[in-house]
């Protein structure tokens, strides 16, 4: 999963792509999500690509990002004063869900199809 913005904040997307153990493609999504952080939209991608995933069926699950923030707030509980506290309440419930998913950093450069995802949404 990858957001992008165009400014800080500015007008963000998301995108992601699910593919299985063998790196074969399954399907993809892409999101235009308004004017928001970089951080936002990250989370928005997440957020987007869990929904997806959990609508597909699949039980197991590598969520990869190359936020280490937004993975971050999502496993270190953050307070509801928090500005993004909502989604991130969202996201925490998809995780609990009857499924397992590891969220896991990736370097920008090994997320490269979700990363064309969402910034090719931006245009």
Do not use: C
């Amino acid at each position: 999963m990858d957001g992008a913005s165009q400014g800080n904040p500015g007008m963000a997307t998301a995108g992601g792509s699910l593919r299985d153990d063998e790196g074969d493609w399954i399907g993809g999504f892409v999101s235009k999500i308004g004017e928001a952080t970089a951080l936002l939209a990250e989370l928005w991608g997440i957020h987007q690509g869990l929904q997806f995933t959990w609508r597909k069926g699949y039980k197991f699950l590598i969520l990869e990002t190359d936020s280490t923030l937004a993975i971050d707030l999502i496993k270190n509980r953050t307070d509801h004063v928090h500005p993004h506290s909502t989604l991130l309440h969202l996201i925490r419930g998809l995780l609990a869900q009857d499924w397992i998913v590891k969220l896991v950093h990736t370097y920008h450069e090994e997320n490269r199809v979700a990363d064309w995802l969402s910034k090719h949404s931006l245009v």
